[in-house]
């Protein structure tokens, strides 16, 4: 008979009839070698169990403490995250003294370990706890019936609705074939949508009839099942629909799928406004998709300012530490302001009798951040190619325009806010004074308010001319207008050596490009979907900055929202990274006409 296990390290501690009562437990834990022995080898191991069991019930002087805090451990098999701390002492108690074996009794070292291994079994057991983040609602799964729509406005839609199944009408496949042709944005996402479903019917051992799991193809974010329309579903809708029409077609099915799931819901999830009217008159669950919405409300876009509290300092002067370095100061502060600041973000303090403040936090770490003060750009000595900052918002935009470290710059507000031309003095400057890039990149959306006036002809520059024009009127002031005096650089430069180093650049020819110290602008970014945002910022090169900037008051492409908008995407994805800002400015400096006609109309 084969010899029984070397006793663990952990009933090194114990007493010899206490190991005797817990090597079962032990037995339990046989590593995953020993399981896939022979059968003979299986049968020679429960023997060895059997006697060792019958030894310990022969064992009487085991105090009634171990016995109890034995049974309790081998009553029934713990899970994985209860069975990790049996083990976990087993490290430290290799730095213990040795102790004779009936110094401690077993629950003393079973059931109440040093303070140090008790921290190690709460990080093993969270681990496995992490694993199944599929079940994240405890309700019962539901059905969502796509539209077509739904498809071509996002191709991974599929893998974007959690544990729930997904059923697609027949309808739905023929209308994304009719849709697949062309080079538009809805066309490549057709493709990209038949792409993915190709993907999930291939996968080896899929069964369309009992449904394809949507998390076969490493899509772990998505837990339930995809399923077609294999039969023809029985229903009864109003005659006044016409049966032929696809939409028809689409509720008829969601009709069906309730009355066959009942009572499990189904939903029809479209971007058809007038169709989830038409579902909902006919007594159907009906939802937008809201996936692609950053935001459900453009008031909660994060704004890169923050006013502190009127008490700020005195509840934190006297914890506050202070150094210069350079031309700055710092401030170190905590406090319970301290979580709602962000890297990047700006914050000022202004009070009647107090000295103002306007910093910028450069570090949060632990309950402390610490505070920069910024660069008075509205003073007459810091001008920007001869432009002053006229309120408090263009001081940050321009600190953050003007800084190396910041690669990436979002500015929204609306009409007359100075976006541009902050934009053009700053760039005009790093190029041209500081050489800190070689030329300055220019290229927007291209919507138009109206209707199109056709095809421009000419080379790509001169095809973007009249998309230009606001490019034109700012070099203009800067030129010779109210920014005339601008530096050394400004009287000497003609307006041709100043747009030699500025280039306009058409999105459609983006993809692939790599730019390399450049100042890149693009102007009117509120037009652009994330996916069109995500393309143009991945050209940046080594030493490139981009400023992306827009109104989301006057968003001109279909379809697209304040919620939805590239703009939105990138400003909520970039904020408190240490390399980004954004700043929404607030007051407009165009003229009275237009701040006045940007409130009221």
Not at 232 to 249: E, F, H, I, M, R
Not at 570 to 594: N, Q
Request: glycine letters at 8%; hydrophobic letters at 40%; proline letters at 7%.
């Amino acid at each position: 008979m084969p010899l029984p296990p070397a006793p663990a390290k952990r009933a090194a501690l114990l007493s010899s009839d206490a190991y005797l009562q817990t090597s079962p437990s032990a037995d339990a834990e046989t590593p995953e070698r020993d399981i896939d022995a022979a059968a003979p080898s299986r049968g020679r191991k429960t023997a060895a169990r059997t006697s060792k069991a019958t030894s310990a019930s022969r064992a009487a002087s085991v105090t009634a403490e171990s016995s109890a805090a034995t049974a309790r451990r081998s009553a029934a098999p713990a899970p994985y995250p209860q069975a990790a701390p049996a083990a976990a002492p087993t490290e430290p108690s290799r730095s213990r003294k040795p102790r004779s074996p009936a110094a401690a009794p077993a629950p003393a070292v079973v059931a109440a370990p040093a303070a140090q291994p008790a921290a190690a079994p709460a990080t093993v057991a969270a681990k496995p706890a992490e694993r199944p983040r599929k079940q994240r609602s405890t309700g019962p799964k539901k059905m969502f019936v796509l539209d077509t729509n739904v498809l071509l406005h996002d191709p991974t839609c599929l893998f974007r609705f959690e544990e729930h199944d997904i059923f697609l009408p027949m309808i739905v496949l023929e209308e994304l074939d009719g849709h697949k042709k062309g080079m538009t944005e809805v066309a490549r996402n057709g493709r990209q949508a038949s792409r993915t479903l190709d993907a999930l019917v291939g996968v080896k051992g899929a069964d369309i009839g009992r449904g394809i799991d949507l998390d076969s193809t490493g899509q772990r974010a998505a837990g339930g099942c995809l399923h077609f329309q294999t039969e023809p579903l029985d229903y009864q809708l109003p005659t006044s629909l016409p049966q032929g029409k696809a939409d028809n077609q689409i509720l008829g099915v969601v009709e069906a799928l309730s009355q066959r799931y009942a009572p499990r819901e189904v939903v029809l999830v479209s971007k058809d406004i007038n169709m989830r009217v038409k579902a909902r008159a006919l007594g159907l669950n009906a939802e937008d998709y809201q996936n692609d919405k950053t935001l459900e409300d453009g008031d909660l876009l994060y704004s890169g300012v923050m006013a502190l509290p009127a008490d700020f300092w005195t509840r934190t002067g006297k914890n506050v530490e202070s150094w210069q370095h350079g031309a700055h100061t710092y401030y170190r502060v905590g406090g319970p302001v301290v979580p709602q600041l962000m890297i990047n973000q700006f914050v000022y303090f202004e009070a009647p009798g107090e000295p103002s403040l306007f910093a910028r936090v450069t570090e949060i770490r632990d309950k402390t951040a610490v505070l920069q003060t910024l660069k008075d750009y509205g003073s007459a000595k810091n001008t920007v190619w001869g432009v002053n900052t006229r309120n408090r918002e263009q001081n940050f935009a321009m600190n953050l325009l003007m800084d190396p470290e910041v690669d990436f710059v979002t500015l929204a507000g609306t009409a007359g806010t100075g976006k541009t031309l902050m934009a053009l003095a700053a760039g005009l400057t790093q190029v041209l004074d500081d050489r800190r890039y070689t030329e300055i990149i220019m290229t927007r959306a291209t919507v138009s308010v109206g209707e199109d006036i056709g095809f421009l002809p000419g080379t790509e520059e001169e095809k973007m001319g009249p998309w230009m024009g606001a490019l034109d009127d700012n070099l203009e002031f800067l030129a010779k207008g109210d920014g005339g005096n601008a530096g050394e650089w400004g009287r000497a430069a003609t307006n041709e050596l100043i747009r030699s180093r500025i280039k306009i650049k058409s999105m459609n020819f983006m993809r692939g490009r790599t730019f390399l110290n450049k100042y890149v602008i693009i102007d009117e970014a509120q037009n652009l979907t994330p996916k069109q945002m995500k393309t143009l910022i991945t050209r940046a090169g080594p030493g490139t900055k981009i400023i992306c900037m827009g109104n989301l008051a006057q968003i001109d492409t279909p379809y697209l929202t304040e919620g939805s908008s590239g703009l939105t995407y990138a400003v909520d994805r970039f904020k408190g990274w240490p390399h980004s800002g954004h700043i929404t400015l607030a007051r407009g400096e165009r003229s009275r006409l237009a701040d006045f006609a940007s409130e009221v109309l």
